[in-house]
């Protein structure tokens, strides 16, 4: 009964608090539904950009899977789809966290402590950020793959034969695919150390590198895919280490999370002496890795939260408890009475917080004005400006999604998919106003722009001859060719209830026209 309980309430638990932590869409979001939508509506992945008027090489589109699961859920289930879409992705990769954690073994405590696993679901929320990405289906396969070969380890049984035919389903569905071969790398490594058979871990190995070619690409796919993983991104803030200057504020909780396990670890190994003989090898080669791609890349955090709170469950509660121990009465009975009282508080507490988000009728996202360029996409939309829009990359998605096909987009978030990495150098020396800052514009041909104030070339443009400033608000500001010029403009409606309403439709239009 305890078993279930725990169950239901983990997955009360991801759908009530992962689902509401951010209701700001991704940024990323848009492009992936309008990829979907191409997908299911033309029973073809695309392998050619068609929303962009910046040069292209040959779309190789690594979250294709995705995408259409984004576009079913939207289609079908509307905007609370996609909401419980990431709940129900965050439950199961916490369940297979917590079947891992079981096979295991543990020593020290029963593998049902909820707050445990809760406490991961809050440090990752943040690093997950918005309603919904395409790495929560990596981290799902991710804890799957890491739960059958512990399951392998500790059952020698037939399971690994599974993970070939599971890397078929990933490597469609998201390009983190190639941390899974990692995982197996480790694994090989790390029995290998361990003095184990490492034969079949190969095998399977190979098998998953042969499941990379079942793809709508072949094997320029595969080439990609590596390219990709080892590309530099300097420019784009997700890539950047957490403890970066653009990032010393931020993922507070991985920094506390991740002190707290080094803490354990060191503790924990001085507390039992343990020598190199004693260590295992292949737990610690996967730990030491997964430390390092997260102190280097903000985006790899959900690997250690997951991987380090998975294996070092009885490291934790083995000090834990010899903490608590020391606290305990000696009646035997009122300690059972108190551990049922805490189990009793803690999943009605967790029920609680969860439930009602749940039980919202009214399950919608916002596009704050601080995070998306509503109204001048708006602007743009109701005034029938049509043609190349120059915006900044992280607009991109959304303003394809909301203008196409009338307008076409510089470039999105999709960088080495589809574009050059050149490009987004141009970008950035556009808005920064560096080296040769007016080539993008100069080489494409641009029809109207939407320029973020906050960038050093706003000035410039607004005092540029061949621009003119159309509208502007808080954020933001639209410039079109001062021959394009027009007597009269609509102004977007100031409502923010109209822009959440119909945040996923494309084709509707203000009621409340104003002249500029």
Not at 77 to 105: D, H, N, S
Not at 123 to 152: H, N
Not at 169 to 196: A, D, M, Q, R, T
Request: include cysteine; glycine fraction near 4%.
């Amino acid at each position: 009964m305890h078993k279930i309980l725990f169950i239901l309430t983990i997955i009360i638990f991801c759908i009530g608090f992962c689902c509401f932590s951010s209701l700001i869409p991704d940024i990323d979001l848009w492009a992936r539904l309008l990829a979907g939508e191409y997908i299911v509506e033309n029973f073809t992945v695309p392998k050619h950009d068609f929303w962009s008027y910046t040069p292209t090489h040959l779309w190789y589109d690594h979250e294709w899977g995705a995408s259409v699961f984004f576009y079913l859920a939207l289609k079908y289930f509307g905007t609370g789809g996609l909401i419980i879409l990431k709940g129900i992705l965050c439950a199961f990769t916490i369940f297979f966290c917590y079947k891992t954690v079981e096979i295991r073994k543990p020593k020290s405590t029963i593998p049902y402590n909820i707050l445990y696993y809760a406490f991961m679901c809050w440090v990752v929320s943040v690093s997950l950020g918005a309603v919904i990405r395409c790495l929560l289906f990596t981290c799902l396969f991710f804890a799957i793959f890491l739960y059958i070969l512990e399951r392998y380890r500790y059952k020698q049984d037939k399971c690994l034969i599974w993970l070939p035919f599971l890397m078929i389903l990933w490597c469609n569905i998201h390009g983190g695919c190639i941390s899974g071969l990692g995982l197996l790398v480790i694994y090989i490594i790390g029995e290998f150390l361990n003095k184990k058979p490492v034969k079949t871990y190969i095998w399977v190995l190979l098998g998953c590198l042969a499941a990379f070619f079942i793809n709508p690409y072949g094997f320029e796919y595969v080439k990609f895919l590596f390219y990709a993983a080892l590309m530099n991104r300097e420019y784009i803030k997700e890539w950047a280490s957490p403890f970066s200057a653009v990032n010393l504020n931020s993922f507070i909780r991985f920094k506390f999370y991740l002190l707290i396990m080094l803490f354990i670890q060191l503790l924990y190994w001085r507390k039992n002496k343990i020598s190199y003989e004693k260590i295992d090898k292949t737990k610690f080669l996967l730990i030491l890795l997964v430390i390092y791609l997260s102190i280097r890349y903000s985006r790899h955090i959900t690997f250690f939260v997951f991987t380090a709170g998975t294996l070092l469950y009885d490291e934790f509660y083995f000090l834990f408890n010899s903490l608590i121990n020391k606290f305990k009465f000696s009646n035997e009975e009122i300690n059972k009475t108190l551990c049922l009282f805490k189990e009793v508080f803690v999943y009605i507490f967790l029920i609680m917080i969860s439930a009602p988000s749940m039980l919202k009728e009214n399950k919608q996202l916002d596009i704050t004005q601080t995070e998306y360029p509503r109204f001048a996409v708006e602007f743009i939309k109701i005034n029938n400006i049509n043609g190349n829009l120059f915006v900044n990359f992280d607009w991109g998605s959304y303003s394809a999604y909301k203008l196409y096909p009338n307008n076409l987009v510089v470039m999105d978030g999709r960088y080495e998919e589809v574009y050059s990495p050149d490009l987004l150098i141009q970008l950035k020396d556009f808005h920064l106003l560096q080296n040769d800052w007016y080539k993008i514009i100069r080489d494409y041909k641009t029809d109207v722009m939407i320029i973020e104030k906050k960038y050093p070339v706003y000035e410039k443009i607004s005092a540029h001859p061949d621009w003119v400033k159309i509208f502007e608000n808080n954020l933001s500001a639209v410039f079109v060719p001062a021959k394009n010029l027009k007597d009269k403009y609509l102004y977007p409606t100031p409502n923010d209830e109209y822009y959440i309403e119909n945040i996923f439709k494309k084709d509707i239009k203000t009621k409340l026209p104003k002249k500029l």
